[in-house]
């Protein structure tokens, strides 16, 4: 099975159709660490992770992950867990996306794999499919409502790929 991210806001899988958002410049097949553009190719996904003090665990055959007060994404180039999930603990020096958040943004999301197996510095971080209430433009995710993320779910197994532009 495969997800088809076909323009700014369309992604099709299966026989559904659903509204979505990507980076607010677009697609590119050159993406920069910041460049609010979405990475142009084909990926793996990785586990979906939610927050289960706001949200049931997703009905899916891919593993589901809690997010917990201390997770981050490294989103820091020059740090060796650049592109990677991290503990966040006091006096880290590294920047990094926080996955616990006060917005719904991260109610639930799932591991774009770009960039991600053995990550080229500046090359992108932290590139989810996580949820929206408004579609605005994104620094280079894909984004759907929480309903379309739950069928989407529901589809998906560890041999989907996303492709993307």
């Known amino acids: 099975m495969i997800i088809i991210v076909k323009n700014k806001d369309t992604l099709l899988i299966d026989d559904f159709k659903f509204k979505c958002s990507v980076g607010k410049k677009g697609f590119s097949k050159k993406k920069i660490e910041g460049d609010l553009t979405t990475p142009k190719g084909k990926y793996s996904l990785g586990d979906i ?15 589901s992950i809690p997010i917990r007060k201390n997770m981050g994404w490294c989103d820091d180039p020059n740090s060796k867990y650049y592109n990677k999930l991290i503990k966040i603990k006091r006096g880290l020096k590294i920047k990094y996306e926080k996955l ?7 109610n639930f999301f ?6 991600y197996k053995k990550p080229i510095k500046f090359k992108g971080s932290a590139i989810f499919l996580h949820l929206t209430k408004n579609y605005l433009p994104t620094k280079g995710c894909v984004t759907l409502c929480e309903k379309d993320f739950l069928i ?7 041999k989907t790929k996303i492709k993307i532009g």
């Open 110 to 115: 799932i591991l774009i794999k770009y960039n």
């Open 49 to 63: 992770y939610y927050r289960a003090d706001r949200v049931q665990k997703p009905l899916s055959k891919i593993k």
């Open 152 to 158: 989407l779910a529901k589809l998906i197994n560890n």
């Open 100 to 106: 616990y958040r006060k917005d719904h943004k991260y």
